[in-house]
């Protein structure tokens, strides 16, 4: 009797710390609905982007890039401190315009924002093919067509920091994982790290001096300079 007794108590011990498991383990879907609440909550935001992108090549380049955007308002802009080849440029992505100034040429040039050739193919791309000119933090929108995991989970000072992998759905494409780091403090990416086929990384991109709804000047975000030359190769 004893021993049948303890075999019970064994048994739903394990299917106790089975269950306990099961509860605590993080679910994907969770996660990315916060990160989507976190992100849609954003009245405004400044913060800047460091780190580095890689060619083919291997050639690193150094990047540093003030942002500042108002989301509720389409607007967001972008002044380029490094690569030093492109330094004290700037893009405002404006509604449905995006501006980009060269600061050697004083010019400001004008396109469609949803044009996909704008900046060069910068924007990414949107529905049927064209640049999309949404100002987002919502990785699950941003990586629609990539299969989202939980990688890692650590936890410090009441804080579970998130390691998500976003794994594309094309085989083909040249970007195969994207790794974002996401603390649950705010529900927002802090960094991304792109990778390629082969495992190598072609970009890694670090949030730095984070600051949210400080009430941002919707006029002093979209500034350039006012002598500028203006070149406008929006579509008719």
Known sequence: ?????????????????????????????????????????????????????????????????????????????????QPDALADNQIVLDGN??????????????????????????????????????????????FKGYDATIKNVTSSGGVDTYLLDFANKDAGATIQHVEATVPSNDWLPHRLVFLDKGGRTVADLNVKGLKLDQGLDPKKVAYLPPDAEVIDNRKP
């Open 97 to 142: 315009v995006v501006k980009n100034y060269t600061f050697l040429t004083n010019q400001v040039t004008l396109f469609d924002a949803n044009d996909p050739d704008a900046l060069g193919g910068l924007l990414p791309a949107g529905p049927n093919g064209q640049g999309s000119p949404q100002i987002s933090f919502d990785l699950g929108a941003i």
């Open 1 to 81: 009797m004893l021993r049948t007794t303890f075999r019970t108590l064994l048994l739903l011990a394990l299917l106790a710390s089975v269950a306990l498991a099961a509860a605590q383990k993080p679910d994907v879907a969770k996660v990315l609905d916060n990160i989507e609440a976190a992100a849609n909550a954003i009245q405004d935001t400044s913060f800047t982007v460091t780190g580095k992108l890689v060619d083919a090549d291997g050639t690193v380049i150094p990047l540093e890039v003030d942002i500042q955007a108002i989301p509720p308002k389409h607007l967001a802009s972008a002044y380029i401190v």
